[in-house]
């Protein structure tokens, strides 16, 4: 399995609140990405990482934001959190930015927001 | 707006009985990709098809991408309780950025 390791596993917080969650790997991937995962939705993108420093936006970044200082730890931060940001967050690295390349993924953090 | 839609969202079956998912858009994907995902667990990729008409088989899997690379659909022969789980397609459309389809929730009872 691929060394990605995502933190924390579940949160509860409250609206309004900022949340801050961890994807760190092992692997020395170029690439990395952060999804959320909502019924009937599938995985959606919110940001993604193609170097350090270099992220860029995804198909629902409002209200996210994300670094990387490190090739292995990539952060995505929710400033003032929403309930609509309840959902499961995966995060994903590669090795390539080459849609023949499998995205290897994480175990998800549940975050919920009351 | 979704661009790969997916069919069904749910599958119940029982064990035996043969099943296809269906993956279907109106753009074109330079590959496409299938993963399966259990319960509390990441998405982990099955195949990934590159050829307009390439089919590939994985045991008793078998996974067909459209001549026109806009559909894609995974066929199960004898599903086994093991089979249980949420499969997610996955196109690429312009290198590195996957759009997934909804997923179909398989469940296979003894």
């Known amino acids: 399995d691929a060394g990605i390791t995502q933190s924390p596993r579940h949160k509860v917080t409250e609206t309004g609140t900022p949340v801050t969650l961890r994807c760190h790997q092992t692997?020395?991937?170029?690439?990395m990405y952060w999804y959320r995962q909502d019924p009937g939705h599938g995985l959606r993108l919110i940001h993604y990482?193609?170097?350090?420093?270099?992220?860029d936006k995804g198909e629902v970044s409002d209200g996210y934001s994300v670094s990387r200082s490190k090739t292995e730890d990539f952060l995505l931060t929710l400033e003032s959190a929403t309930s609509s940001q309840t959902s499961v967050y995966f995060c994903?690295?590669?090795?390539?930015?080459?849609?023949?390349?499998?995205?290897?993924f994480g175990d998800g953090t549940r975050l919920s927001i009351l | 707006t979704q661009l790969l839609e997916q069919s069904p969202q749910f599958l119940s079956i029982q064990e035996g009985e043969n099943l296809t998912v269906y993956c279907n858009s109106s753009?074109?994907?330079?590959?496409l990709q299938w993963y399966r995902q259990e319960p509390g667990e990441g998405p982990v990729l099955l195949v990934t098809v590159v050829t307009g008409g390439e089919v590939k088989k994985l045991k008793r899997l078998t996974f067909q991408f459209g001549d026109a690379r806009k559909d894609s659909s995974l066929h199960i022969t004898a599903a086994q309780p093991g089979d249980t789980g949420l499969y997610l397609c996955?196109?690429?459309?312009?290198?590195?950025?996957?759009?997934f389809g909804q997923g179909t929730e398989l469940s296979v009872k003894p």
């Open positions: 996955a196109g690429d459309l312009k290198g590195g950025k996957l759009i």
């Open positions: 990482s193609y170097g350090v420093k270099d992220t």
């Open positions: 692997e020395n991937h170029r690439y």
């Open positions: 753009s074109v994907f330079s590959s």
């Open positions: 994903a690295i590669s090795a390539q930015w080459d849609g023949n390349q499998p995205q290897h």
